[in-house]
């Protein structure tokens, strides 16, 4: 399993929230944890002073650990911890002004009675799958759907809508990963008096948006100004979006 997360200024951003995820998956997995938020903050930081620079992007990696092979996960009992750390460039301007575009995948998103999307471990060669389809297309990144047809997530970010002023994004039932953007965004919208709700919509809803964002920890928040050959929109990236953006960075102090 892993998470992401990043330094702003050198501070790690939102570790309690990354640990409480990575705990989550653990539970999940059925995978024991041999270590502290206190141990992981005392590593990070360690490979961080080494790196020595304001924003770094930290991927942290657990295993089980090594032993016999075979799939009996009783086989390792010591968790391996990978850290990687490396310069984090601000995200291009483009995204702002022009907005990215996007595909709907072919490729469906984890089943929750297969592999449950709010389990976030390295094991989502679907995802993978998806998002080959849209570098194919010349997308950004693919919307991936579930059985059902709702509209999931990105293959590495939640999705949003804005529609007549209400701001909505799928629900964690309709199978997706619980991102920490997303919960942030959601507190911050409600309690700025937005009409924001946790809703399931499908394809057409979404090509019929006034506007629609991306958001994951390193993206923040990222306007998507087409959906297959459908402009969301006016084609350009929403003003609610940016203002929304602007809303985020500033209650969290980035
Ligand atoms: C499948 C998936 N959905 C959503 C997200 C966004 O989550 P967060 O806001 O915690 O970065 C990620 C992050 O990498 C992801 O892998």
Redesign the pocket.
């Known amino acids: 399993m892993y998470?992401?997360?990043q330094t702003f200024n050198r501070k790690i951003f939102?570790l309690e929230?990354?640990f409480e995820?990575l705990l989550y998956s653990a539970m999940k997995m059925d995978m024991p944890l041999d270590f502290s938020m206190e141990d992981l903050e005392k590593d990070l930081i360690a490979v961080l002073d080494k790196l020595n620079t304001s924003n770094a992007y930290i991927r942290i990696v657990v295993t089980r650990g090594e032993g016999e092979i075979g799939l009996d996960p009783a086989l390792a009992t010591k968790n391996n911890v990978i850290i990687i750390v490396k310069e984090l460039p601000p995200n291009p301007s483009w995204w702002y002004t022009d907005g990215v575009h996007m595909i709907i995948s072919h490729t469906m998103?984890n089943p929750k009675n297969a592999i449950d999307?709010r389990i976030?471990s390295g094991n989502?060669l679907n995802?993978v799958m998806a998002m080959n389809e849209a570098k194919k297309a010349g997308a950004f990144d693919a919307i991936m759907l579930n059985g059902k047809g709702e509209i999931t997530?990105?293959?590495?970010?939640?999705i949003w809508v804005i529609k007549d002023g209400e701001i909505i994004t799928p629900p964690i039932k309709a199978g997706?990963?619980?991102?920490?953007?997303?919960?942030?965004l959601l507190k911050i919208a409600a309690e700025n008096s937005y009409n924001v709700s946790e809703r399931n919509f499908d394809e057409d809803f979404l090509k019929s948006a006034d506007e629609c964002f991306l958001?994951?920890?390193?993206?923040l928040l990222v306007p998507i100004t087409k959906v297959d050959n459908q402009s969301i929109g006016k084609g350009k990236p929403g003003l609610m979006t940016l203002e929304l953006l602007e809303l985020y960075k500033k209650t969290n102090g980035i």
Not at 153 to 158: G, R
Not at 176 to 184: A, C, E, V, W
Not at 215 to 219: A, I, P
């Open positions: 998470e992401v997360t939102k929230d990354h995820r998103r999307p976030k989502y995802n997530e990105a293959t590495t970010s939640n997706l990963l619980g991102g920490i953007t997303r919960k942030s958001t994951s920890t390193t993206k």
